[in-house]
């Protein structure tokens, strides 16, 4: 988690430089690899979220794909370049690995409200940074886009982490009714 955070922040004045330099080298290429970040990042978390979840319903992995589509066009919406809609992945994942980060005992809300709030502290200071960085501009817009795209985060492992620990129940009852 600290490894993931040092990198998303360490990454802010050097991101955009290598960003420039792949579109100028490879511009048919780059537009269409940037078109393509945010869906292609989007199945692949629905499809690892199923993985993780292991044999759910339909309704469930339903609910799923509506969460992650309603995320990718809100993403499409408020960002204006492609490395902006990278940046809110980022801060989903960040948020997800926070969420899952206490230990096992730790009740529901307080792994939300931990990871909401930590999520939060970084994208303030994300944008503070990038205040100071003479090639990046502060927007007060990507600080809400940064908590909102970490309460996606944090509802998709609460969704999953609730459907793991019912799962041994379930199979319990089962069990007790055979």
């Not at 309603?70 to 492609?82: D, E, Q």
């Not at 990278?86 to 307080?110: G, I, N, Q, T």
Request: with cysteine.
């Amino acid at each position: 988690m600290a490894v993931f955070t040092g990198v998303m922040l360490l990454g802010l004045p050097i991101f955009p430089i290598i960003a420039k330099t792949l579109a100028a080298a490879f511009p048919g290429v780059f537009k269409i690899a940037t078109a393509l970040f945010l869906p292609i990042a989007l199945i692949a978390l629905v499809l690892g979220i199923r993985q993780l979840s292991g044999k759910q319903s339909r309704v469930f992995f339903m609910y799923i794909v509506l969460l992650c589509t309603g995320f990718g066009i809100l993403t499409r919406v408020m960002t204006i370049t492609p490395l902006e809609q990278f940046h809110a992945v980022e801060y989903a994942v960040l948020a997800a690995l926070v969420y899952r980060a206490p230990a096992r005992e730790v009740d529901l809300r307080s792994r939300c409200l931990t990871a909401l709030t930590y999520t939060c502290l970084i994208g303030v200071v994300d944008e503070a940074i990038q205040y100071l960085l003479p090639n990046r501009v502060f927007d007060p817009r990507d600080i809400a886009l940064n908590w909102g795209a970490g309460c996606f985060g944090v509802l998709l492992s609460g969704l999953v982490h609730g459907r793991r620990k019912q799962e041994p129940r379930q199979n319990e009852v089962r069990r007790a009714m055979r």
